[in-house]
């Protein structure tokens, strides 16, 4: 645990001084934003030296202010939805995501009046049930990632982002959405 406040305080203090690097010119539609995502992560795990791999879809809300030019503190909400079966031991192994949620710094840079890259620190929390030969069992997990990904101002209130993610240790993650500023 405080490795992780460690970490979390040296990387708050890298990012604060972020801002005084960038101009910025993304289209100012104002600082609070909230984002509508599609997340699918695939999971890979070895269980007695045998690869296993499964994945995971959730819808999730991003409610998000910019602090300053570029640099974001944001909350994430969401919800798993369908599952993915895979075969262990020649027996099915049922996976449903259940609650998602977690808070990042994300830092952004402009790459034009309508284009912006951005990299993201985060936290992340989820809740998975298993069933597996007619046993259930739930899972909790949680962990500090990251993130790097792009968005499209279509309007200057509008845009569309895609994202990738490497939130566990055994997950990497895609996310698609559309965002409001206001």
Sequence with gaps: MKMKALTISSIVTVFAAMPALAEGNFVDGGNWYLEGE?????????????????????????GGYELSNG????????????NDDVTVLGNTLEAELGGIYGVALKYSFDLSEAARLYGKLRYTAATADFTYMGNTWSSDAD????GVGGSYAFTDKV??????????EISDSVAVGIGFKF
Aim: no cysteine; charged share 20%; proline share 0%.
């Design 159 to 168: 845009y569309g982002f895609l994202e990738y993610a490497r939130l566990f």
């Design 38 to 62: 599609d997340i699918y992560t695939a999971v890979s795990e070895d269980v007695n030296g045998t690869e296993y791999e499964y994945g995971y879809s959730a819808l999730a809300v991003v």
């Design 143 to 146: 962990e500090i990632g990251f």
């Design 71 to 82: 640099l974001a503190f944001e909350v994430v909400l969401g919800h798993g939805y369908g």
